[in-house]
C-alpha cells in the first residue's frame, strides 16, 4: 500500500520492522519486497527466542504506530540485512504517522549495530554452490534435535576424565520424535473430501 501511494518499487523501500528477541524490542531492516528469516535473526542476535513485536509492544518502544517506523532517529536497538547496506537513496518511514523519507542513505542519516544476511531466499536467487535456480519446498518437523551443550552435565556433575586425564563435562543433546506433529503430519498428507484417512 505505501509503494503503490507513493509510486515506487518495493524495492525501493525498506521496512523496519519490530521483533521481540528474548523480551527486548529490536527494530529490524529489510527491503520492501523481502521477508525476515527468524532462525538467522536469532542467530545475528544471539538470542533464544524471537518473535514479531505486536502493535503496542512497537508503540510503547518508539512511539510510533506501526507501518511508519523508520531507521533514522529509531530510539532502539537496530541491525540490518545486508541488502539495505548496499542500497541507496530509499524510501523509509518517517517515524511519524502518514509520513515518509526519501532518498536515504544507509551510515550517512542512520547506523545499525549489525548487518547481516537475514531475508527469506525466493526462487529468484541463485543457488550459492552451483548458481543454478533454487527450488522452495515445503517441509512437516515431526522429529527433533537439541545441542544442549554442558548445562544439564555442569548441575548434575556429570563428567568423565579425557585422554590427558582431565575430569571434563559431557557436552549433551538429545532427539526426540513429536507424537502430536507425527499424528499432525498424517493428517495433513492423508485426507480426503470426508476427512482423516489415516495410513496403516
Not at 49 to 72: H, I, N, R, S
Request: hydrophobic share 40%.
Amino acid at each position: 500500500a505505501v509503494c503503490e501511494f507513493l509510486e515506487i518499487d518495493p524495492g525501493q523501500l525498506v521496512k523496519t520492522l519490530v521483533f521481540e528477541a528474548d523480551g527486548e524490542p529490536v527494530a529490524v531492516l529489510v527491503r520492501g519486497d523481502r521477508a525476515i528469516e527468524e532462525v538467522k535473526l536469532k542467530n545475528l542476535l544471539g538470542a533464544a527466542e524471537v518473535e514479531m513485536a505486536d502493535d503496542k509492544v512497537v508503540f510503547d518502544a518508539t512511539g510510533v504506530p506501526t507501518g511508519y517506523l523508520g531507521p533514522v532517529g529509531i530510539k532502539i536497538r537496530t541491525v540490518a540485512d545486508q541488502e539495505v547496506a548496499a542500497m541507496q537513496n530509499f524510501y523509509v518511514g518517517a517515524n511519524e504517522k502518514n509520513f515518509h523519507m526519501k532518498n536515504v542513505n544507509f551510515g550517512r542519516d542512520f547506523e545499525v549495530e549489525a548487518v547481516g544476511d537475514l531475508r527469506q531466499i525466493t526462487t529468484s536467487d541463485p543457488c550459492p554452490e552451483c548458481g543454478g535456480q533454487l527450488g522452495l519446498t515445503e517441509g512437516i518437523e515431526v522429529g527433533h534435535i537439541f545441542k544442549l551443550g554442558t548445562g544439564y552435565s555442569e548441575s548434575m556433575n556429570a563428567t568423565f576424565q579425557d585422554k590427558d586425564g582431565q575430569e571434563k563435562h559431557f557436552v549433551m543433546g538429545c532427539y526426540g520424535i513429536g507424537v502430536s506433529r507425527v499424528v499432525a503430519a498424517a493428517i495433513e498428507q492423508n485426507h480426503d473430501e470426508n476427512g482423516i484417512v489415516f495410513p496403516v
